[in-house]
């Protein structure tokens, strides 16, 4: 949608192991996002990157790194998944006049 | 900590009438408003937006206030159809929006 793609669309996971999620974009965008979407707390974002290599935390950003090599990729890694970890994850870029493009998520489930 | 409050988790009105969404906020700096909408298994798409300079904004069917000393949005609907049943979520920035901060969303339901 809009030129952001995310994968993979579902994912189980075992408490412990490392899990990485990647966000694509074809729109060129310097700013992306991950957000993570959770019943009664809405989207709370876990970090975001504004150009290569340039990264900074969110409001939930423990547990989690992100890596940004290509203004394409936004990557977010969990580096020793846990169950509280489980969530429905949103990738997003800054659109200039409709405020961010989200993903189509990813649905973590780490058991 | 949550700065941007939808306090009903759920609405449901019938087709035809009118729907009002309704968001407060805490965060005195924040000036850029919007609202998303969405269906299952899809991202958040986005709906319509204000900033605090306004207190009114509409495109089509859609209608969103803003109240800055009460520190209230509401999203208007009107007429409702049943294809606008989705989860609409409010969200509110600071200037630039690095750090966009959503209400938990309302459900809204149209019945035929």
């Known amino acids: 949608d809009a030129g952001i793609t995310q994968s993979p669309r579902h994912k189980v996971t075992e408490t412990g192991t490392p899990v990485t999620l990647r966000c694509h974009q074809t729109?060129?965008?310097?700013?992306m996002y991950w957000y993570r979407q959770d019943p009664g707390h809405g989207l709370r974002l876990i970090h975001y990157?504004?150009?290569?290599?340039?990264?900074d935390k969110g409001e939930v950003s423990d547990g989690y790194s992100v890596s940004r090599s290509k203004t394409e990729d936004f990557l977010l890694t969990l580096e020793s998944a846990t169950s509280s970890q489980t969530s429905v994850y949103f990738c997003a870029i800054s659109s200039p006049n409709y405020g961010y493009t989200f993903g189509s998520g990813t649905r973590l489930t780490v058991v | 900590d949550q700065q941007v409050k939808q306090n009903s988790p759920s609405l449901s009105v019938q087709e035809g009438r009118i729907s009002i969404l309704n968001c407060d906020y805490t965060n005195s700096m924040f000036d850029y408003f919007l609202w998303y909408k969405k269906y299952p298994a899809e991202g958040p798409t986005f709906l319509i937006s204000i900033s605090s300079i306004k207190d009114k904004n509409e495109d089509g069917r859609f209608t969103v206030f803003l109240n800055k000393s009460a520190k209230h949005l509401s999203l208007h609907i009107v007429p409702s159809q049943p294809g606008d049943s989705a989860v609409y979520f409010c969200?509110?920035?600071?200037?630039?929006?690095?750090?966009?901060?959503f209400g938990a969303g309302t459900r809204l339901t149209v019945k035929p």
């Open positions: 969200a509110a920035s600071e200037g630039n929006n690095n750090d966009m901060r």
């Open positions: 729109e060129n965008h310097r700013y």
């Open positions: 990157s504004y150009g290569v290599k340039d990264t």
